[in-house]
């Protein structure tokens, strides 16, 4: 099974794709200025959620899971993640950016759409690191998290969206896209404090 490289502080994956069965983490848009309509609404919320999304990671790193962020390119098409993360910083959410920045061990993949499917590499990297089980973390929870678990339940697999690890413009959009996930996609969506992700990695659906 493969396992995070973040012990060696670096990102790297098999050339080949692993046997099935591990778990990733992946963090949706959290690396943001808010510099779009609607998200001063948003901000509270989006707080809180970054303070799950960082006990998620923390958990991630004891189980050796990997940590996957997929991240808006803003519109700059020549970007990459150091001048995303400078541009965040100075945004209205740069505290929670700060503490929510990737590190050198974690995965970062830049989308130019709604789902972190389109048009990137989280296709090819997530069969290399053998990972069946996604906990989608992030914002807007009726936008980018949506469009990506349908994609990821279309391509098969299992997800977590823990209602407390996401955000949207206001709490009726987080309701009824989180509605939608479990109910269309199968999708787990109790809280972080209902379900664990060591539980939830070894596939056990109790609480616990």
Same mark, same amino acid.
């Given at each position: 099974m493969a396992k995070s490289s973040l012990a060696e502080g670096r990102a790297t994956a098999p050339f080949r794709d692993a046997p099935?069965?591990?778990?990733? @983490?992946?963090?949706?848009?959290?690396?943001?200025d808010l510099d779009f309509r609607g998200a001063g609404s948003m901000l509270r919320d989006t707080e809180h959620a970054s303070r799950t999304i960082l006990k998620l990671r923390d958990a991630a790193d004891k189980a050796r899971l990997p940590v996957i962020y997929v991240n808006d390119n803003f519109g700059e098409?020549?970007?990459?993640?150091?001048?995303?993360?400078?541009?965040?910083?100075?945004?209205?959410?740069?505290?929670?950016?700060?503490?929510?920045?990737?590190? $050198?061990? $974690?995965y970062f993949i830049i989308k130019p759409q709604f789902s972190g499917?389109?048009?990137?590499?989280?296709?090819?990297? @997530?069969?290399? @690191?053998?990972a069946d089980r996604l906990v989608l973390t992030g914002v807007s929870a009726d936008i980018c998290v949506l469009f990506t678990a349908a994609d990821a339940h279309m391509r098969d697999y299992q997800l977590w969206i823990p209602e407390d690890a996401v955000a949207a413009q206001t709490r009726e959009r987080r309701r009824w896209a989180l509605e939608i996930m479990k109910?269309?996609?199968?999708?787990?969506?109790?809280?972080? $404090?209902?379900?664990?992700?060591a539980a939830w990695a070894k596939g056990k659906s109790k609480d616990a």
């Open positions: 099935r069965g591990n778990t990733a @983490l992946l963090i949706l848009d959290m690396i943001t098409w020549h970007s990459e993640r150091y001048r995303l993360v400078e541009r965040a910083l100075a945004g209205e959410g740069r505290e929670f950016v700060a503490r929510l920045a990737p590190r $050198d061990g $974690d499917f389109y048009a990137t590499n989280l296709q090819v990297l @997530l069969p290399k @690191l053998g109910q269309s996609m199968g999708a787990e969506v109790r809280a972080t $404090d209902r379900l664990s992700l």
